[in-house]
């Protein structure tokens, strides 16, 4: 009886550790508790978002994954979140076709 107990416990303990860990990614959220005062080399930021709310900020997420919030008013945040605009711009158009896609019509002979 003790066995089975001890091991009922255990489910019960490694089912609430599973639990919070899937709870804790989903809850994930960006929040900046403070702002940064040094330049961020533009070449190393991958992408960014907008941070709304009690403080404002612009969050840089880096090549390695980093996050760094930013003010939004200072100059070179500006002209960073410019470059990496015009960096996926350039990006997107470059995906894009350039001219009508010619279908191909090709006849299959199946034997038997």
């Known amino acids: 009886m003790r066995p089975l107990l001890l091991a009922l416990l255990g489910i019960c303990c490694l089912t609430a550790q599973v639990v919070e860990g899937v709870g804790s990614e989903v809850l994930e959220k960006s929040i900046c508790v403070s702002l940064t005062t040094r330049r961020l080399p533009v070449k190393n930021i991958k992408t960014y978002t907008i941070k709304e709310g009690s403080m404002r900020a612009i969050i840089f997420i880096t090549k390695r994954g980093l996050k760094v919030c930013a003010d939004p ?7 960073a979140v410019e470059s990496v605009d ?27």
Not at 73 to 79: D, F, G, P
């Open 86 to 112: 015009k960096t996926t711009r350039s990006r997107v158009i470059q995906t894009k076709p350039t001219g009508p896609q010619q279908t191909t019509k090709t006849a299959t002979t199946l034997t038997t």
């Open 73 to 79: 008013q200072v100059e070179w945040v500006k002209k």
